[in-house]
């Protein structure tokens, strides 16, 4: 899907590093875009996967796939001790029932201002390529923290 494979630009990355330290964890990366030193590939299935430490998220934004990645993140926040932080990207859908039922009842909530513009690997030359349409939603962190730590 073509919303699947767009990278998170640095920038948004750094500010969120400032504020909470690195990330240990990025779960949903390639070696070329990971977020984090430790990360898993589509291969290797980041739903499948005990996280750990400070988590960074950029799910794959297809049909069915908020679901699955929003409840993974509140379903590690609450039962695994390993997990310290969780911060998603993600796209403002606020009517949507991954949104109600695995976001809104346990992470913080913080709108971006501005659309985002995502990267992208050409296919002919491997160089960067941006989007200005990818994010037609507008775009939230959420952010989960582990209280019980």
């Known amino acids: 899907m073509v919303f699947d494979n ?35 590939t589509k291969e290797q299935d980041g739903l499948k996967q005990k996280w750990f430490g400070k988590v960074f998220v950029n799910p794959p934004y297809s049909r069915g796939n908020l679901g699955k990645w929003t409840f993974k993140a509140q379903q590690e926040i609450n039962y695994n001790p390993k997990v310290e932080l969780i911060i998603m990207l993600l796209p403002v859908r606020t009517s949507t029932n991954w949104f109600h039922k695995n976001v809104l009842p346990f992470a913080e909530l913080r709108f971006i201002k501005r659309r985002i513009k995502f990267l992208r690997k050409s296919l002919i030359n491997g160089k960067s390529i941006i989007s200005d349409n990818v994010d037609f939603y507008g775009s939230m962190f959420a952010i989960y923290k582990n209280t019980r730590r």
Request: glycine residues 2%; aromatic residues 14%.
């Open 6 to 40: 767009w990278e998170t630009p640095q920038e948004l990355v750094t500010r969120l590093e400032i504020e909470f330290g690195k990330f240990d964890l990025d779960p949903c990366a390639t070696k070329e875009n990971t977020k984090a030193k430790n990360f898993f």
